[in-house]
């Protein structure tokens, strides 16, 4: 089974601290996402990757940034966190066969970690 | 660009049919997902349909497939409380590395 493991599954940091989410996968899949997730909104996408060192904005980026020096860690970065960025934030990730859709490759999520920013 | 709707809540009594639908606009989706959250969790993937699909079926699970309308909907038969859980609906989206998510439907099951 795949497994994608989420450093931690509640985190309390105050304002304007640099906050570290790191997400590991053990599949070898290219592809890994940060999606935030708040009630009423569904899942927002925030960076991906599809390679390493490689990385996309998704729908709102701003006030993060991401890393992917491995193939297998994802890392999403807070440099200074705000109370508007308290929310659940889950780790995805997926391999490539032509595609996401071609291949009809699922995401596998993690568990979420729970973010409050005081 | 791709945009996902589906109604935020349903409640059922346990043993009657759940049905969640789902309207999407990117005609091009050739994938449409169904996931599953429960409490405390990440998503998990219940069930998916290929664009040329009218219907799947697996077990208590249909999904059915209206690409006119562009409607998706899950049905669930003989809904019981391990089934009370958010239910999101997803479609690709852009270059097809990324799915665009449902708001979630969050289903009640009643005894």
């Known amino acids: 089974d795949v497994k994608v493991t989420q450093s931690s599954r509640y985190l309390v940091k105050r304002t304007g601290e640099k906050v570290f989410l790191e997400c590991v996968q053990d599949?070898?899949?290219?592809?890994m996402f940060w999606y935030r997730q708040d009630p009423g909104l569904g899942l927002r996408l925030i960076y991906f990757s599809y390679d390493v060192k490689m990385k996309e904005k998704g729908d709102i980026p701003e006030g993060y940034s991401v890393s992917r020096e491995k193939k297998e860690r994802f890392s999403l970065i807070l440099e200074s966190a705000s109370t508007n960025q308290t929310s659940m934030y889950l780790c995805?990730?997926?391999?490539?066969?032509?595609?996401?859709?071609?291949?009809?490759?699922?995401?596998?999520f993690g568990n979420g970690t729970r973010l409050t920013v005081t | 660009g791709e945009d996902v709707e589906q109604s935020l809540f349903l409640s059922v009594r346990e043993g009657d049919s759940s049905v969640i639908n789902c309207t999407y606009t990117?005609?091009?989706?050739?994938?449409l997902y169904w996931y599953k959250q429960e409490p405390g969790a990440g998503l998990q993937l219940l069930t998916y349909?290929?664009?040329?699909?009218d219907m799947k079926q697996d077990q208590r699970l249909t999904v059915l497939l209206n690409k006119k309308d562009k409607h998706l909907s899950l049905r669930i038969a003989d809904t019981q409380t391990g089934d009370s859980a958010i239910y999101f609906c997803a479609a690709p989206k852009g270059s097809a590395r990324q799915l665009t998510f449902g708001s979630g439907t969050q289903l009640t099951v009643l005894p």
């Open positions: 349909i290929f664009s040329n699909m």
């Open positions: 990117d005609s091009s989706s050739t994938y």
């Open positions: 995805a990730s997926s391999f490539s066969k032509g595609g996401l859709t071609r291949s009809g490759a699922p995401l596998h």
């Open positions: 599949m070898d899949h290219e592809n």
